[in-house]
């Protein structure tokens, strides 16, 4: 069994990147990882994006992320989100995702500005989303997120419920629904981590026949800094990638995911 080196097992270790040269050099070392990966999975880059995951940096570090060449960024919360896009209104390329659970009283703001939603997870939600989505004239790309490790503190729908989740989700025309979403099992154990990848694709792979007209499953949002290697092997389509490419984050992964343990 393959073990993870030390900056996938630890992606606390990545130093801060502060110039537009540290950015190129960690967007260079994250995607021959990514070439790595689809190498030995036999696949084709091209069919991987990353997603770079701009949470906690500030603007300053975001405009240098940008230099670098990164034209979209996944962001946790709303609010946070919402307040970049305005800042930086003037980069007009730019693409913002909600990657983090949403509360369906910060519906209106994703509808405003972003692009894609990664974190569906409830029948209320898309229909908030699609009430404000109608009013704005928009429509948004949007990601089922799976709770594929068991534990209680992960968001997501318990992969027994998706199939009749996506069968409801044609109800909401202002969704373009690309796919399914997961956040892995935060261990070093390998083949644990891999399971949870290789839960999405196998539930993914058994609705995509049946799925109704409209909705899309091609698409595998999963795989972080410290796992995206695995992911990548087991089919990823979308990685989110934070620290690897901004460098370790002030704010330790429990005060995003309430309930997380410790590492
Ligand atoms: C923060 C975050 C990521 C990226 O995590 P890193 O360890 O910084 O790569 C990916 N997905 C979600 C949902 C996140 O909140």
Redesign the pocket.
């Known amino acids: 069994m393959r073990a993870l080196s030390d900056t996938q097992a630890r992606?606390g270790c990545h130093p801060p990147a502060a110039t537009v040269e540290d950015f190129r050099r960690n967007l260079a070392a994250v995607r021959a990882r990514i070439d790595a990966a689809c190498r030995r999975a036999g696949r084709d880059p091209a069919g991987v994006r990353l997603l770079p995951?701009s949470?906690t940096v500030d603007e300053a570090r975001i405009r240098l992320a940008y230099a670098a060449g990164c034209r979209e960024f996944?962001e946790?919360r709303v609010q946070e989100a919402h307040g970049k896009w305005e800042a930086m209104a003037d980069l007009a390329d730019l693409r913002w995702s909600v990657?983090?659970h949403l509360q369906t009283n910060k519906a209106g703001l994703v509808a405003r500005f972003a692009n894609e939603f990664?974190a569906l997870d409830s029948l209320r939600v898309a229909e908030a989303l699609e009430r404000r989505l109608q009013a704005e004239g928009r429509a948004l790309d949007v990601f089922v997120q799976v709770n594929t490790s068991g534990e209680t503190s992960k968001y997501g729908l318990p992969p027994e419920n998706v199939p009749a989740f996506v069968q409801a989700l044609p109800a909401f025309p202002a969704l373009r629904v690309r796919g399914l979403m997961t956040?892995a099992l935060f261990s070093g154990e390998v083949e644990r981590v891999r399971r949870c990848f290789v839960l999405l694709r196998t539930l993914r792979d058994r609705l995509r026949d049946g799925a109704p007209a409209g909705i899309g499953l091609d698409e595998l949002s999963m795989g972080?800094?410290?796992d995206f290697d695995i992911a990548i092997e087991e089919g990823a389509t979308v990685v989110?990638?934070?620290?690897?490419i901004f460098g370790v984050?002030a704010l330790p992964d429990r005060y995003?995911w309430p309930g997380e343990a410790q590492p």
């Open positions: 992606p995951v949470k996944g946790n990657i983090g990664h956040l972080m800094s410290g989110r990638v934070g620290q690897a984050r995003y």
